[in-house]
């Protein structure tokens, strides 16, 4: 089992930053991917990075050259700047873990990120 507690979220004037973190516990030397999704009232939940056990980086387009997603042995981090208002969402912390040949997929709780115009 994995458990994730996300932390970081709040309340920013737009083209400020804010830094979500999301603290892993439990089974982690096995987690393979740990990503940031995020989901807007009335949208689907969106990927918004993902950052493999090597170091490997994907952006959602949306995103790309404002937030930057990093790991340690603790969890995973979201560094987000130049915040928009679209930005505004509840942001998920992630993790995939492969174990006896299946996949195991958990979920934080979401911390809320309000942008102001």
């Known amino acids: 089992q994995v458990q994730l507690v996300e932390s970081g979220g709040g309340l920013v004037q737009a083209g400020g930053s804010l830094r979500l973190s999301c603290a892993a516990s439990?089974?982690?030397?096995?987690?393979?991917?740990m990503g940031w999704y995020r989901q807007a009232p009335g949208k689907q939940r969106e990927l918004v990075a993902g950052?493999?056990?090597?170091?490997s980086t994907n952006y959602a387009d949306s995103v790309k050259g404002r937030f930057i997603i990093s790991r340690d042995n603790s969890g995973v981090y979201l560094q987000m700047n130049s915040l928009k208002p679209e930005d505004a969402a509840v942001y998920y912390c992630?993790?995939?873990?492969?174990?006896?040949?299946?996949?195991?997929?958990?979920w934080g709780q979401g911390t809320q990120v309000t942008v102001s115009s």
């Open positions: 950052i493999i056990r090597g170091g």
């Open positions: 992630n993790a995939r873990r492969s174990w006896s040949g299946s996949l195991f997929v958990y």
């Open positions: 439990g089974s982690i030397s096995s987690i393979n991917i």
